[in-house]
């Protein structure tokens, strides 16, 4: 197998996951759900990510701080 080749793949796939980690949705209801948690336990993120079935807490985070943390800056 040409290394040059296995090198590219890995370099494509991390790629691509960093894209899809980038893009991530959230439901009406993971929204509400994270909204909630977040009163009741801060930002544990790794408490409210194991409420939320497929979901890291980076993910989470990623989305808190995108939403919210533009928002207090106004």
Do not use: C
């Not at 080749?5 to 996951?17: P, R």
């Not at 909630?36 to 336990?41: A, I, Q, T």
């Amino acid at each position: 197998m040409d290394h040059s080749s296995s090198s590219q793949v890995s370099a494509n796939s991390t790629e691509q996951v960093s894209d899809r980690a980038s893009k991530v949705e959230f439901s009406e209801d993971e929204k509400t759900l994270i909204s909630r948690m977040y009163k009741l336990v801060g930002d544990r993120w790794s408490l409210i990510a194991g409420r939320i079935p497929g979901r890291t807490a980076y993910e989470i985070e990623k989305y808190w701080t995108s939403t919210y943390s533009s928002r207090n800056q106004e």
